[in-house]
T-cell receptor, first 115, second 117 residues
Framework: NAGVMQNPRHLVRRRGQEARLRCSPM?????VYWYRQLPEEGLKFMVY????????ESGMPKERFSAEFPKEGPSILRIQQVVRGDSAAYFC?????????????FGPGTRLTVT | AQKVTQAQTEISVVEKEDVTLDCVYE???????LFWYKQPPSGELVFLIR??????QNEISGRYSWNFQKSTSSFNFTITASQVVDSAVYFC??????????????FGQGTILTVHP
């Protein structure tokens, strides 16, 4: 079953450390979206990437957050110098084409806890 | 700007009851897509349905049915004869078809459904 894979599933970081979240899209999908789910809140769009390109990062915090989707390998969401407010579930979704015409398939999420 | 509102924060029912989850949306686009996702206690997001703005036909899939009404900007979800396994958080979402939307989803706040045995 070649679904969307995310790892790690759970990640604990101390304040000031870096967090790296990985996402491998479904086979044949070259469009990746990242969403964040803060406690007691819905999911919020963060960034949309195609291979080697960031297309829309309008939902990304301006500082400390970055994303990439290299030609080879998974998409990476990187959070530098984490703070307690970064504790959340981070979901990756993939789609064959970057329009709403196709549903996005979500990975199981990475639950980040900052202590 | 697009917006999705799920006014029901939590719903509690007893098994076999029917339950309707409300979803109201706002968008300026004439072409858009509506979705429902289920998030069970295990945390993953499960796709349930996609509807485009030109298709107002209601849809039924087993115990699930969806009522899309453009006139009221609503896309409601009904579970018939609910079961304990239906307990989850349900999210309604919207994607605009405009060029700079790129298919990104705007989610509602979610409705927590608890089905008691």
């Amino acid at each position: 079953n070649a679904g969307v894979m995310q790892n790690p599933r759970h990640l604990v970081r101390r304040r000031g450390q870096e967090a790296r979240l990985r996402c491998s899209p479904m086979k044949g999908h070259s469009h990746v979206y990242w969403y964040r789910q803060l406690p007691e809140e819905g999911l919020k769009f963060m960034v949309y990437l195609q291979k080697e390109n960031i297309i829309d990062e309008s939902g990304m915090p301006k500082e400390r957050f970055s994303a990439e989707f290299p030609k080879e390998g998974p998409s990476i969401l990187r959070i530098q110098q984490v703070v307690r407010g970064d504790s959340a579930a981070y979901f990756c979704a993939s789609s064959p084409i970057g329009t709403g015409k196709y549903e996005q398939y979500f990975g199981p999420g990475t639950r980040l806890t900052v202590t | 700007a697009q917006k999705v509102t799920q006014a029901q924060t939590e719903i509690s029912v007893v098994e076999k009851e029917d339950v309707t989850l409300d979803c109201v949306y706002e968008t300026r686009d004439t072409t858009y897509y509506l979705f429902w996702y289920k998030q069970p206690p295990s945390g993953e997001l499960v796709f349930l349905i996609r509807r485009n703005s030109f298709d107002e036909q209601n849809e039924i899939s087993g115990r699930y049915s969806w009522n899309f009404q453009k006139s009221t900007s609503s896309f409601n979800f009904t579970i018939t004869a609910s079961q304990v396994v239906d307990s989850a958080v349900y999210f309604c979402a919207l994607s605009e078809a405009g060029g700079t939307s790129y298919g990104k989803l705007t989610f509602g706040q979610g409705t927590i459904l608890t089905v008691h045995p």
